[in-house]
């Protein structure tokens, strides 16, 4: 995957709000180690009977994993995408969730979109062909 140069930054949530994204950047850090495709059906059955997410809603949700984990703020945006989306399905919300490369120069990123616009994502991404997604169940935006 892609990674930034510098962690991103974010500021500390206080600790009674730290719970949730939390456990979030956890079981992300489990579901990662699993297969692309497994990942992608995992995804997809979480992502169920949710309604989509607003642009400042998955905004606040990455901005929390990052706050809450270093793994999340720096080398990890596979770990950061699925937490952000984990995050959000804990609040019945889904933001669609991408996978994807580019060839010139070759990398691999993986980041969160709403109504096709990435969020919070450093550098341009119109570059990369998406390769795995999992699109809110729901087309209708709220």
Same mark, same amino acid.
């Given at each position: 995957?892609? $990674?930034?140069?510098?962690?991103?930054?974010? +500021?500390?949530?206080?600790?009674?709000?730290?719970?949730? &994204?939390?456990?979030? #950047?956890?079981?992300?850090?489990?579901?990662?180690?699993? &297969?692309?495709?497994?990942?992608?059906? @995992?995804? !997809?059955?979480?992502?169920?009977? $949710? !309604?989509?997410?607003?642009?400042?809603?998955?905004?606040?949700?990455?901005? /929390? @994993?990052? /706050?809450?984990?270093?793994?999340? +703020?720096?080398?990890?945006?596979?770990?950061?995408? @699925?937490? $952000?989306?984990?995050?959000? !399905?804990?609040?019945?919300?889904? +933001?669609?969730?991408?996978? %994807?490369?580019?060839?010139?120069?070759?990398? #691999?990123?993986?980041? @969160?979109?709403?109504?096709?616009?990435?969020?919070?994502?450093? %550098?341009?991404?119109?570059?990369?062909?998406?390769?795995? #997604?999992?699109?809110? &169940?729901? %087309?209708?935006? /709220?």
């Amino acid at each position: 995957m892609t $990674t930034p140069v510098v962690a991103e930054q974010a +500021a500390r949530l206080p600790w009674r709000r730290q719970l949730e &994204p939390r456990c979030a #950047a956890g079981v992300a850090r489990l579901l990662v180690r699993l &297969p692309p495709a497994r990942l992608q059906r @995992v995804l !997809r059955l979480v992502s169920r009977g $949710t !309604r989509p997410a607003g642009h400042a809603e998955v905004t606040r949700a990455r901005r /929390s @994993v990052v /706050s809450v984990s270093t793994r999340c +703020a720096g080398l990890g945006c596979l770990q950061r995408s @699925v937490a $952000t989306v984990l995050l959000c !399905r804990a609040r019945g919300r889904w +933001a669609d969730w991408c996978t %994807g490369f580019r060839t010139q120069p070759f990398g #691999a990123h993986a980041w @969160v979109e709403v109504d096709g616009r990435p969020v919070d994502e450093p %550098g341009e991404l119109s570059a990369f062909r998406t390769v795995l #997604a999992v699109r809110c &169940p729901d %087309g209708s935006r /709220s």
